[in-house]
C-alpha cells in the first residue's frame, strides 16, 4: 500500500506538471499555417509569407520586398531602390543618384551623374561652396529696406565704419558716414518709396567663412512732380565677423510686368 501511494503521488506531480507546461507552449498546424506560442512570444507563418513577432519586435517577409521592424525603427528594401528609415532619419538610393536626409533640419546628401555636378567650362573667382546662413541677418537687412521706405536711417545702427556701396550706375562708396549722408539726400528728394521683397537668401561661403544676404525686389519710387519710377532690385549683403554690413552691391533693371 505504501508503495502504491507513493507512486501515485509521482504520476500526479507529473501531470501537473505537463499541464504547466503545456499552458506555456502551445503549437497549432492548420493548413500550411504554423503557429507557435511561448509566453508573450509569437512566431507565424503562413503560406509565402513569413511573419515573426517577438514581444514588440517585428520582422515580415513578403515575397521580393522585405521589411523588417524592430521597435520604431524600420528598414525597407523593396526591387532596385533601396531606403532605410531609423526614427527620423532615411537614407535612399535609386539608380540615378543617391540622397541622405537627416531629420526636420533639411541636411541633404546628393551624389548622381545628374545631381549636383560642378561644370568644368568655369571657375568661380570668388567661391561656389555656399550653405543657407544665419536667419538673424536676413531679418537685419530686411529692416534695412524698411528703413529707407520709411526715411528713418537713424532707427538701426547695422553699418560698418568701413562700409561700401556700389550701385548699379557703377558709383562706388565708401564709409559709412558717406553712405548715410548719401542715402538721406536721395531719399529726401523722393515723396516716397516703397519696396516689395520677392525673396531673401542668407547664404555663408564656407571656404571663405563670409556671410551673404540675397535680396530680390521691386522699388517704386514717387517724385514731387509725379513722375514714377519702378525698379526691379537684386543685392547682396555682406555681414563682418562683428555683424554689421561692410558691404553693399545693388543691380537694377527696369520693372518686368508680371
Do not use: C
Not at 506555456?24 to 515573426?52: C, F
Not at 550706375?169 to 549722408?181: F, R, S
Request: charged share 40%; aromatic share 6%.
Amino acid at each position: 500500500m505504501k508503495r502504491i501511494a507513493i507512486l501515485t503521488g509521482i504520476f500526479l506531480l507529473i501531470l501537473a506538471g505537463n499541464q504547466s507546461f503545456a499552458q506555456d507552449k502551445i503549437k497549432v498546424k492548420t493548413d500550411s499555417s504554423k503557429v507557435k506560442e511561448k509566453g508573450d512570444k509569437t512566431k507565424i507563418k503562413d503560406g509565402d509569407d513569413k511573419t515573426k513577432v517577438k514581444d514588440d519586435k517585428t520582422k515580415i517577409k513578403d515575397g521580393d520586398d522585405k521589411t523588417k521592424v524592430k521597435d520604431d525603427k524600420t528598414k525597407i528594401k523593396e526591387g532596385d531602390d533601396k531606403t532605410k528609415m531609423k526614427d527620423d532619419k532615411i537614407k535612399i538610393k535609386d539608380e540615378e543618384g543617391k540622397v541622405k536626409m537627416k531629420g526636420d533640419e533639411g541636411k541633404v546628401k546628393m551624389k548622381g551623374d545628374d545631381v549636383m555636378n560642378t561644370p568644368n567650362s568655369y571657375t568661380p573667382t570668388y567661391s561656389s561652396n555656399f550653405v543657407i546662413g544665419n536667419p538673424a541677418h536676413s531679418k537685419m537687412i530686411v529692416d534695412l529696406w524698411k528703413d529707407w521706405d520709411d526715411n528713418a536711417f537713424d532707427r538701426h545702427d547695422y553699418y560698418a565704419d568701413d562700409l561700401m556701396m556700389i550701385l548699379p550706375d557703377g558709383t562706388v562708396m565708401k564709409g559709412k558716414a558717406a553712405n548715410i549722408e548719401g542715402a538721406k539726400k536721395y531719399r529726401s528728394g523722393l515723396t516716397s518709396s516703397r519696396s516689395t521683397i520677392d525673396a531673401w537668401v542668407p547664404l555663408k561661403s564656407t571656404d571663405r567663412n563670409e556671410n551673404w544676404v540675397a535680396m530680390w525686389g521691386t522699388e517704386t519710387n514717387t517724385w514731387p512732380d509725379g513722375k514714377v519710377e519702378v525698379r526691379d532690385i537684386h543685392e547682396i549683403w555682406r555681414i563682418n565677423k562683428d555683424g554689421k554690413v561692410d558691404m553693399m552691391r545693388q543691380y537694377g533693371a527696369q520693372h518686368l510686368q508680371q
